[in-house]
């Protein structure tokens, strides 16, 4: 699949400068996941969805502690 019309966006992720946790929340089906994986070369990935505080914080510890995401 080709990657289109993001490549500003890879650049502005991708740079060493850019901060080490993002946030990246939007619409349904636009890319973020993708837009992700192109700009980091190993990304910690989790996905919130609809669920509670206490539940969100613990899915978010072990991710952190494994070290990598689901």
Known sequence: MEFHGRHRDIGILSD????FFIVL???RRIGKTSLALKAFKDPLYFFV???S?????EEFTEVVRK???Y
Do not use: V
């Open 16 to 19: 060493p400068g850019t901060p």
């Open 25 to 27: 929340w939007g619409r």
């Open 49 to 51: 969805g609809r669920k």
């Open 53 to 57: 505080a206490p539940l969100l914080l």
């Open 67 to 69: 070290g990598h995401g």
